[in-house]
């Protein structure tokens, strides 16, 4: 008997809340997971595209909204954990801004959103608006793979690219406020 792997691609955990024992992962198959590790149960699996999905981000504050995204260039938001329908997912838009593969995402808090993608850019999204991009960012000169948001000031996140270079970006203005060099090159 032949049994079928399907790569995980991204694991992400909820915030320290009353949903702190879940998590989320993403795959190469296009499932959307969500586990309870207390509850040691799958809570919900959703088939969210027919193509690859490489990142996925729980909302750290309530953990009521999930992310994910792919090659597909859209990022999926979806409602999780309320009341009337525990273990639920449920679709709440579509953001399709990118112009390439969907390569990392965060939320900043339960309003705001960042992403990257292999068109070398990174976009803010205002999730509680029309699901248009608030700004956008510009500076790396190949795909990004990686970002992260600082914890201690939500307004200051760091992205790496395949051009060997990190920067640290404050969403608050469009340009990067530094940029590191590898110095491998």
Known sequence: ?????????C??????????????????????????????????QRNVSNSILNTCALEQVNTKLLACGGLEARICLFSINRKEE???ISKVKDLTEHTGM????????????ISGSNDSTLLLWDINKTGRSKRQFVGHES???????????????????GDTTVRVWDIRIKEPVIRIFDESK
């Open 1 to 9: 008997v032949e049994t079928e792997y399907i790569p995980i691609n």
């Open 11 to 44: 694991v992400c955990w909820a915030g320290l809340n009353d949903n702190q024992d879940q998590f989320a992962y993403v795959d190469d198959a296009g499932s959307l997971v969500l586990w309870d590790l207390k509850k040691k149960t799958q809570l919900t």
């Open 86 to 88: 525990l273990g639920k």
């Open 102 to 113: 969907i390569t990392c995402c965060s939320f900043l808090d339960e309003s705001f959103f």
């Open 143 to 161: 795909e990004v793979v990686c970002l992260d948001a600082c914890e201690a000031d939500g307004n200051i996140i760091a992205s790496g690219s």
